[in-house]
T-cell receptor, first 111, second 111 residues
Framework: NAGVTQTPKFQVLKTGQSMTLQCAQD?????MSWYRQDPGMGLRLIHY???????DQGEVPNGYNVSRSTTEDFPLRLLSAAPSQTSVYFC??????????FGSGTRLTVV | GESVGLHLPTLSVQEGDNSIINCAYS??????FIWYKQESGKGPQFIID?????DKRQGQRVTVLLNKTVKHLSLQIAATQPGDSAVYFC??????????FGKGTSLLVTP
């Protein structure tokens, strides 16, 4: 049982480049979300999805897009990377009765 | 807006002592609360959760207390061990989905 798998683990981008952070879960969870974590701060919600075909914005959605074509996958797209998007990104999926399961994170640096 | 906050950013305890980490929330509509542990370089790990119809829940060496009157949540760790050193986050949400995380308390266990 892999849980929540994020790829890549590390990424360096140049300003203006685009990329997709991958997230997959094998627990058949309906709810998935993306967070970013900056030094000394908690997790801030970027986007979330309550099921396939349904997505919504969180606290800090600007500069990011998501889609949810399947229950298993929830990719996060950076449209035009900026240094302010340097952060650690966590994907999580949720079973309503047991809280979130988090991936191990993607450490993104934008130069 | 609504917020989740922590009373202390850092907590230092001696090995074997009990630890108490506190959290305040302001959204009276929140009905689900979770505590997470995050070790350096890893994603948050679920510790324990509690629903608003309870005021206490116990796990293995951990207890969560919920005081809805003053909107306060606490995590008690019994016989704290060096492996408990980490950052602890509280999170609050609705209908089983945690949406809002606090900034975290760093717990340092000293020998």
């Amino acid at each position: 049982n892999a849980g929540v798998t994020q790829t890549p683990k590390f990424q360096v981008l140049k300003t203006g480049q685009s990329m997709t952070l991958q997230c997959a879960q094998d627990m058949n969870h309906e709810y998935m979300s993306w967070y970013r974590q900056d030094p000394g701060m908690g997790l801030r919600l970027i986007h979330y999805s309550v099921g396939a075909g349904i997505t919504d914005q969180g606290e800090v959605p600007n500069g990011y897009n998501v889609s949810r074509s399947t229950t298993e996958d929830f990719p996060l797209r950076l449209l035009s990377a900026a240094p302010s998007q340097t952060s650690v990104y966590f994907c999580a999926s949720s079973d309503r009765d047991r809280g979130y399961t988090f991936g191990s994170g993607t450490r993104l640096t934008v130069v | 807006g609504e917020s989740v906050g922590l009373h202390l950013p850092t907590l230092s305890v001696q090995e074997g002592d009990n630890s108490i980490i506190n959290c305040a929330y302001s959204n009276s509509a929140s009905d689900y609360f979770i505590w997470y542990k995050q070790e350096s370089g890893k994603g948050p790990q679920f510790i324990i959760d509690i629903r608003s119809n309870m005021d206490k829940r116990q796990g293995q060496r951990v207890t969560v207390l919920l005081n809805k009157t003053v909107k306060h949540l606490s995590l008690q760790i019994a016989a704290t061990q060096p492996g408990d050193s980490a950052v602890y986050f509280c999170a609050e949400g609705h209908s089983g989905y945690a949406l809002n995380f606090g900034k975290g308390t760093s717990l340092l266990v000293t020998p």
